[in-house]
């Protein structure tokens, strides 16, 4: 199984990034899709979940209302719209796939594959 995170880059407050992941080796509709990210020197944190058929979403207080997520189960790929960026979303941003749904799709614990990280960097 892999995941391929990509679309992170530099940009400033108050832009926009979208970020997508690509999947192999898994049965992508199956799945629920979480994002998370780690800033520098902290720990990594949930941001956004979408279980399957584009069922059921979450978002970390933080982002709701900037972040929409979104998956295309034809193309085997999840998506993360990032509005309204700010200095502080800056981090490594991970794709993943796991099996619980619902809310503890909140938890890193329930996620099985990891993608590599995409850096988004946000100037202020």
């Known amino acids: 199984v892999q995941l391929q995170a990509s679309g992170g880059g530099l940009v400033q407050a108050g832009g926009s990034l979208r970020l997508s992941c690509a999947s192999s080796?898994?049965?992508?509709?199956?799945?629920?899709m979480g994002w998370f990210r780690q800033a520098p020197g902290k720990e990594r944190t949930f941001v956004a979940s979408?279980?399957?058929?584009?069922?059921?979403?979450y978002y970390a207080d933080s982002v709701k209302g900037r972040f929409t997520v979104s998956r295309d189960d034809a193309k085997k790929s999840l998506y993360l719209e990032m509005n309204n960026l700010k200095f502080e979303d800056t981090a490594v941003y991970y794709c993943a796939a796991g099996s619980v749904g619902g809310p503890m799709a909140r938890l890193q614990a329930n996620y099985d594959y990891w993608g590599q990280g995409t850096q988004v960097t946000v100037s202020s």
């Open positions: 080796g898994l049965t992508f509709s199956r799945n629920v």
């Open positions: 979408i279980g399957w058929s584009g069922g059921l979403t």
